[in-house]
């Protein structure tokens, strides 16, 4: 009864942990797409005195002045917005979405909830959960990497004729810090789920091993029956019935 104890103690920690690790994951890829902090530039005047700086980010850009005055400013068009642009905003909205349907299921599929009674449905929940945020954590991974390579492959170029030469971010930062939380709790969220022992094991849920098997019923050997039949049809032929040992 101990050990089961222990079991079940260790499967509630790692759902907990996996459901912690996604939830952290989330946040930080909600604040990273509505942060403009994707890309990032300074510029400091002849004087050596203003100073400018230039974000971009997936929704907006903005300025800061060494005035202290941040001004933003919102994309007007979709449709004017270059195709990578659009391309990361799909994928961050739909990281997040995925990620907010991976905590709703881990948390009805977790030990320690009443949501689903059945332990087979909570740990298919779980183990849906769990790939959830794996998928999350990719979908997040995609739009950082490529804007990470795109950044660094303009900043390295000879000839530029972009206008100003643009750093990552820390909104970059922050989507790759979210997106591998989002892969570690998905991932401890799937361990946990095919770790269950109460699948290999259902005499576990009792607490007590399972009750042997009845035995086959009784069978006499051939040997004795030809025997017996033999024995039968010897007296049958002697002409001594069973009424005269009587």
Not at 126 to 142: D, K, N, R, T, Y
Not at 170 to 191: D, E, F, K, N, Q
């Amino acid at each position: 009864m101990t050990s089961v104890l222990l079991l079940t103690m260790a499967s509630v920690a790692l759902q907990l942990l996996g459901f912690l690790f996604g939830l952290l994951g989330l946040a930080g890829a909600v604040v990273a797409a509505l942060l403009p902090h994707w890309r990032s530039t300074l510029y400091i005047g002849p004087d050596m005195i203003t100073a400018t700086a230039y974000m971009k980010g997936l929704w907006m850009e903005c300025a800061w002045h060494s005035t202290n005055v941040y001004q933003c400013e919102e994309y007007r068009s979709l449709l004017a917005l270059p195709p990578d642009l659009q391309a990361a905003r799909a994928l961050m909205v739909l990281s997040c979405i995925s990620s907010a349907l991976a905590s709703l299921v881990t948390v009805a599929g977790m030990k320690c909830t009443n949501f689903v009674q059945s332990s087979g449905n909570k740990s298919a929940l779980v183990l849906s959960g769990g790939v959830g945020f794996l998928c999350a954590g990719l979908l997040c991974l995609i739009p950082i990497s490529w804007t990470t390579s795109d950044v660094t492959t303009d900043f390295h170029k000879p000839f530029f004729s972009g206008g100003m030469r643009y750093e990552i971010g820390l909104a970059v930062y922050l989507g790759y810090a979210s997106a591998c939380l989002s892969l570690t709790g998905g991932m401890v969220l799937c361990w946990s789920s095919k770790g269950d022992e109460t699948k290999t094991h259902p005499y576990l849920q009792t607490g007590q091993p399972s009750s042997p098997p009845p035995a086959p019923p009784y069978k006499p050997p051939e040997d004795l029956k030809d025997y017996r039949a033999h024995s039968f049809s010897s007296l049958t032929s002697s002409g001594y019935g069973l009424e005269n040992y009587v």
